[in-house]
């Protein structure tokens, strides 16, 4: 019951997270606002949840997981609820932050619940059947995005997720077991202030950047003062009793990996989702239900894969089938690469299904090492790591690849510097697109040598021990 609990908080945040994709070229005609203002309905919800992440971790830690997950239920509601009362999208932009809230505290402190009642031995297993249940929100808000919006408007989008949330909140609060906190030394307050104020300097800078560019002297600035907050946080947490995350726990290869190797996936398929939309109705001219429908292969594959995976890691080990999932990731993104004005829908599908089946069988097994490499009394900071890695991953992805995309697509029409790339010429929009793909190739490339790298590491060690 506790998993169901888990799953269904994780299923709100995922259904409201992936359906927003599918509504934005609607919200860009719907306030007559340009792209750039319009991917802040995104990005404010992920810049909310990067932010605090490290904060609610440790809050659970302190005051006990049931009473900050059963809040992050309410903090989601509400803001589901005000943004389909949206009148402006500066507002939409505003309470998508409060929304970003809730759903890093149900996705994350899910997770810790999840590795708090399962033994290790079927702890896999576990994460597997809450992560396939994530996987099939993500299948269901762009189908049900696009459809609700096609039918209706995109408001009812935003309000469908309260009825939802309703139902998770009642289940939470009747199964998950009250419980003394598990590290009840204290809330280090300086040190969550420096972490929250890097990681919104860094966010911002990243996002800004896109709109201002990179040199920009305010978006340097943002730069140094995230730089700057960083080495004080370093500082702060060393001096610490109780630091917000203990700097001890990256000692662990199994941990620090698992997050890299993880922040490299979701920079890269948050990227590429974002850009999707824009790929099926501008230069192959779909409707909205038929693009949520399209964009529904990555996740529909994964929630088969991911209960599998969990079995695989149970039995033969976390790294050697995270491997196997990243060498397939790489491999649907290198068909993905080939995608152009004259796809067809068959080789669309089949160029996306090794990505989303390489996501399913790495993400399961790379939770579960990460959540198995803390003793119980951190589980919430380290899933609040976790899933910090994959919203800020989403925030890097969104920003910088968005940014890489427009550029080259102006560059690619040879149109003036700040021109809307959602205008330019098929072709530059395409090329634009290729030039995308291949630093996502770059990066999951790199991801998988480190993997390897670290399963040869560990076959090595064994021989030793024999």
């Not at 290790?120 to 049900?144: D, I, K, Q, W, Y």
């Not at 919006?149 to 998770?168: C, I, Q």
């Not at 730089?227 to 917000?244: H, K, N, Q, T, Y």
Request: hydrophobic share 60%; charged share 10%; net charge positive.
């Amino acid at each position: 019951m506790v998993l169901a609990a888990s799953a269904l908080g994780a299923f709100a945040a995922s259904v409201m997270a992936t359906g927003v994709n599918v509504v934005l070229p609607g919200l860009v005609q719907a306030f007559e606002a340009p792209f750039a203002t319009v991917q802040w309905v995104v990005l404010s919800y992920l810049l909310a949840s990067v932010a605090l992440l490290p904060v609610i971790g440790r809050l659970a830690d302190v005051l006990g997981k049931r009473r900050v997950f059963l809040s992050g239920f309410v903090a989601f509601g509400l803001g589901s609820a005000a943004c389909a009362l949206a009148p402006t999208i500066e507002f939409l932009v505003l309470v998508r932050a409060l929304q970003g809230v809730g759903g890093a505290v149900l996705t994350s402190l899910g997770l810790a619940l999840v590795t708090d009642v399962f033994p290790t031995e079927v702890r896999g297993r576990a994460l597997g059947v809450n992560g396939a249940v994530m996987s099939a929100g993500v299948v269901f808000g762009p189908s049900l995005g696009g459809l609700v919006s096609d039918l209706l408007s995109w408001r009812w989008v935003f309000a469908g997720g309260v009825l939802v949330v309703a139902a998770g909140w009642y289940l939470a609060y009747r199964v998950v077991p009250r419980q003394a906190p598990d590290d009840a030394h204290g809330f280090d307050v300086p040190g969550a202030v420096t972490v929250v104020l890097a990681l919104f300097a860094l966010s911002l800078a990243l996002t800004s950047g896109q709109a201002r560019g990179f040199t920009d002297p305010l978006v340097s600035a943002l730069f140094a003062a995230a730089a700057g907050l960083g080495v004080a946080f370093v500082l702060v947490e060393r001096r610490s009793a109780a630091p917000v995350v203990d700097l001890r726990l990256f000692r662990a290869p199994a941990l620090t990996i698992g997050l890299l190797t993880g922040l490299a996936t979701f920079v890269s398929i948050s990227g590429v989702i974002l850009l999707m939309p824009f790929f099926l109705e501008n230069v192959l001219g779909y409707a909205p239900r038929q693009v949520g429908l399209l964009m529904a292969v990555v996740p529909m594959v994964l929630v088969v894969a991911a209960p599998v995976a969990g079995w695989a890691a149970d039995r033969f080990g976390e790294r050697p089938v995270t491997v196997l999932g990243l060498s397939s990731i790489l491999v649907g993104y290198l068909l993905v690469g080939r995608l152009d004005e004259h796809t067809t829908v068959p080789v669309y599908l089949l160029s996306f299904l090794p990505v989303g089946l390489g996501m399913g069988t790495f993400q399961t097994p790379n939770n579960s090492a990460i959540m198995g490499a803390v003793r119980r009394a951190r589980s919430g900071t380290a899933s609040g790591l976790l899933v910090l890695t994959r919203n800020f991953g989403q925030v890097l992805g969104v920003a910088v690849l968005a940014s890489v995309w427009a550029a080259r697509a102006v560059a690619r029409a040879d149109a003036p510097v700040g021109s809307d790339a959602t205008a330019m010429p098929v072709a530059a929009q395409v090329g634009a697109l290729h030039d995308v793909l291949l630093v996502v190739q770059v990066l999951i490339a790199a991801a998988l040598a480190l993997a390897a790298w670290d399963l040869w590491r560990l076959r090595s060690a064994r021989r030793e021990e024999r």
